[in-house]
């Protein structure tokens, strides 16, 4: 079992341009979560998947970010345009419906926007 | 809903001395209760949780915590550190009706010296 695997571990853009942050799930977890970590505020729950479904996206910061899970074992996180503000990292982690073992967390990814 | 608070933000310990990192957390229903290590830049790992049973669970490295119901608590321990637990440690909780959703505390930094 590979874990739950993101992409790029380090991504350093500009102001203004598009950032796609990847996550694929461990094989047969149902949810799926986006979470941002910083100094200031923690760790923030941005939006969490169920069975492919958004459930709830009340943590996305604003329109500029946007979450898709096309099938069981991808989901995107986009930020368009992006802000120094994003400047962060992002986490995925997955879970399994059917017991409560807690979430698996991938390795992250540390935004930076200058 | 459900809050979870964790009472020391930062926590100095010399090696081979005791650690205690505590964690209260609020919930009208029956919760799931979990404690979660970051190494520096890494992602989360699960370090144990409390499901149902015996109110004290063990986990791994050595840590152990115990739910205590009445004070809706969840402290985590550790008998004797050593300089490689360095790092930061989250109390998380879920309720049982909705157990896919974690709430994370703030996170405690454990700095263990020499």
């Known amino acids: 079992d590979a874990g739950v695997i993101q992409s790029p571990r380090h991504e350093v853009t500009e102001m203004g341009q598009e950032v796609t942050l990847r996550c694929k799930p461990i094989?047969?977890?149902?949810?799926l979560f986006w979470y941002r970590q910083t100094m200031m505020r923690g760790l923030e729950l941005l939006i969490y998947?169920?069975?492919?479904?958004?459930?709830?996206d009340s943590g996305m910061p604003e329109d500029r970010f946007s979450a898709k899970m096309p099938n069981a074992s991808f989901s995107t996180l986009k930020i368009q345009p992006s802000e120094p503000r994003d400047s962060a990292v992002y986490f995925c982690?997955?879970?399994?419906?059917?017991?409560?073992?807690?979430?698996?967390f991938g390795s992250g990814t540390r935004l930076t926007v200058v | 809903a459900q809050s979870v608070t964790q009472l020391d933000s930062q926590v100095p310990v010399f090696e081979e001395a005791p650690v205690e990192l505590r964690c209260n957390y609020s919930?009208?229903?029956?919760?799931?209760l979990f404690w979660y290590v970051q190494y520096p830049n890494q992602g989360l790992q699960l370090l144990l949780k409390?499901?149902?049973?015996?109110?004290l669970v063990k986990g791994i490295n050595g840590f152990e915590a115990e739910f205590n119901k009445s004070q809706t608590s969840f402290h985590l321990r550790k008998p004797s550190v050593h300089i490689s637990d360095t790092a930061e440690y989250f109390c998380?909780?879920?309720?049982?009706?909705?157990?896919?959703?974690?709430?994370f505390g703030a996170g405690t930094t454990v700095t263990v010296r020499a």
């Open positions: 982690a997955s879970s399994s419906n059917r017991l409560p073992h807690g979430y698996t």
């Open positions: 094989s047969g977890h149902n949810s």
């Open positions: 998947f169920n069975n492919n479904v958004p459930i709830d």
């Open positions: 919930s009208s229903v029956s919760v799931y």
């Open positions: 409390y499901l149902s049973g015996s109110t």
């Open positions: 998380a909780v879920s309720e049982g009706s909705n157990d896919y959703k974690l709430s």
